[in-house]
Each structure stands twice: as C-alpha cells, then as structure tokens.
Nanobody, 127 residues
Framework: QVRLVESGGGLVQAGGSLRVSCAAS????????MGWFRQAPGKERLFVAA????????YYTDSVKGRFTISRDNNKNTVYLQMSGLKPEDTAVYYC????????????????????WGQGTQVTVSS
C-alpha cells in the first residue's frame, strides 16, 4: 500500500503561480511513474501531467504545456507540479497518483492505469 499526501493548493489570481506537492510513502520494488490529475465540480477526472521514475521523461496534456512543469525528488519520495500562467479553467481538485505497474507507459493517461491516489488538494484561480 502506497500513501500519497498532496499539499500546496490554494487561491490564486489569474496569471499567478502555484506549486503543489505530493509526498509518497515508501514504494517497494522500484521507482514508479507518477502523475497529476484534476477534477472540476461535476466533471470527470482528467490527466494533467506524468513523470517517469528517473525524472527525465515527462508528458503533459495539451492545455497545460508551457505553463505547468512536473518534477520529482526521489530522495524525498515527492513529486511536484509547478503551475504558472494560471487560468480560471485550471480551477479543480488536483490529485497525484502512482502507476499500477513498474515500467508502465507514461503515455497511458487513463485513470485506470494508476493504482494509488492521494486525497487531492484544491486549486482555485480567480479571474
């Protein structure tokens, strides 16, 4: 069982920046791809970004490319999502997650490809 705890959400004005973090408990068997998803009220949970175990491979949904940066510190078992140029449409609960399989493709962005989830952190962008 892997426990994930997100932090760093909050209220920010449009155009501003925010960094959310996700601290993971120890993961046995290797370093897994991790991802960020977001879910707006009444909407489905959508993929935002993912990062491979080595931290060198990243993948983003088109709407955040050039504005968001995902990174990780494996020494701290923590993944980050640096968000800049925030827009009101970025408002959502942001969840981090861990892939179900070691070596799973970073490009599989479906929620079912992720096994462990955090409780989420609210990000609100005011216009």
């Amino acid at each position: 069982q892997v426990r994930l705890v997100e932090s760093g959400g909050g209220l920010v004005q449009a155009g501003g920046s925010l960094r959310v973090s996700c601290a993971a408990s120890e993961m046995s068997g290797g370093v897994y791809t991790m991802g960020w998803f977001r879910q707006a009220p009444g909407k489905e949970r959508l993929f935002v970004a993912a990062i491979g175990g080595n931290g060198r491979t990243t993948y983003y949904t088109d709407s955040v490319k050039g504005r968001f940066t995902i990174s990780r510190d494996n020494n701290k078992n923590t993944v980050y999502l640096q968000m800049s140029g925030l827009k009101p449409e970025d408002t959502a609960v942001y969840y981090c997650a861990v892939k179900a399989r070691l070596g799973a493709s970073i490009y599989d962005t479906t929620p079912n490809a992720y096994r462990y989830w955090g409780q989420g952190t609210q990000v609100t962008v005011s216009s």
